[in-house]
């Protein structure tokens, strides 16, 4: 059980980051959610969370595109013995019509924040003795496909420091992994679909099956209950040599 420890999750009020802030609460844990708004149904959701699983549940708000705040984030917490690093966007286009200020964010988002909210809570975790760092990166941590440049060089960016704090870790009861999921059919992806058909003059359902399900040999998405499952799993003590790796959940797309 994860009784007594703290786990922040980024960008957690939708998709990935709540499904894993419903399992690791689920095994728990108490859970810190966070987004950019600061709507009352933000609050309300950290509210059912802790209802639902006896924990405590707080919702923080933090623009995880700003250094600053996601440090603030992590004080604000008070605790992180857990620390999953999920937030991100997306932008499908190509590399020379890219919009420099969508790659500047996806950088920020999907890249930096990270690098922020671990060096904020390394030190509480040293301090507790104990700590998990989980970062969402993805298979386009590990492959590229066309159209996204920002997200697959923040993706492999993340992959590559998520090694390194493996390594800076490896000796203080402290694990530091990347999970690399396929495609979960969230906000984000659900978003994409319409540039993609522009840019592969398709339908949108054909996106969906020529080009989306087309990368993941399963025919399936990945479910949020199952990444939330993986991020337990790498919580527990089964899972403490596991680190400065990554893990895949992509119905076999990393196979080929
Ligand atoms: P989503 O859009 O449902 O969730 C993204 C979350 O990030 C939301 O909670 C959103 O509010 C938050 N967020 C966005 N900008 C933010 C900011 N500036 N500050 C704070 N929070 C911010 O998408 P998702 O699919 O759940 O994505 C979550 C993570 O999983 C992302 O890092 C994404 O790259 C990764 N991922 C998704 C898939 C997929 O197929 N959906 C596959 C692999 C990896």
């Known amino acids: 059980s994860l009784k007594g420890k703290t786990a922040v999750i980024t960008g957690s009020n939708s998709g990935i980051g709540l499904g894993v802030a419903r399992a690791l609460a689920g095994a728990g844990a108490n859970v810190v959610l966070n987004s950019f708004t600061d709507r009352k149904e933000d609050h309300a959701l950290a509210e059912e969370i802790g209802r639902a699983h006896g924990v405590e549940a707080r919702y923080i708000k933090a623009d ?61 975790m040293r301090k507790a003795g104990w700590g998990r760092v989980i970062n969402i990166a993805s298979a386009h941590g590990l492959r590229a496909s066309p159209f996204k440049s920002a997200y697959i060089s923040a993706k492999h960016g993340i992959v590559g420091m998520t090694k390194t704090v493996g390594l800076e870790t490896a000796r203080e009861n402290i694990t530091a992994n990347a999970i690399c999921p396929g495609y979960v059919l969230t ?3 659900e978003s994409q679909i319409p540039d ?5 003059k398709m339908s949108e359902d054909e996106v969906v099956e020529k080009v989306i399900l087309q990368k993941q040999p399963s025919k399936e998405f990945v479910t949020v209950e199952q990444l939330g499952g993986l991020a337990v799993f790498l919580c527990s003590d089964h899972a403490s040599q596991i680190t400065g790796t990554t893990i895949s959940a992509d119905g076999g797309w990393t196979a080929s």
């Open 64 to 124: 995880m595109s700003k250094g600053d705040e996601c440090r603030a984030l992590i004080e604000q917490a008070g605790a992180c013995d857990i620390l999953v690093n999920n937030a991100g966007i997306q932008h499908v286009a190509p590399i020379d019509e890219f919009p420099a200020e969508k790659w500047d964010a996806i950088i920020a988002i999907n890249l930096s924040s990270a690098f922020h909210t671990i060096a904020a809570a390394l030190p509480m």
């Open 187 to 189: 906000p984000l992806v």
């Open 196 to 200: 993609t058909a522009k840019e592969y």
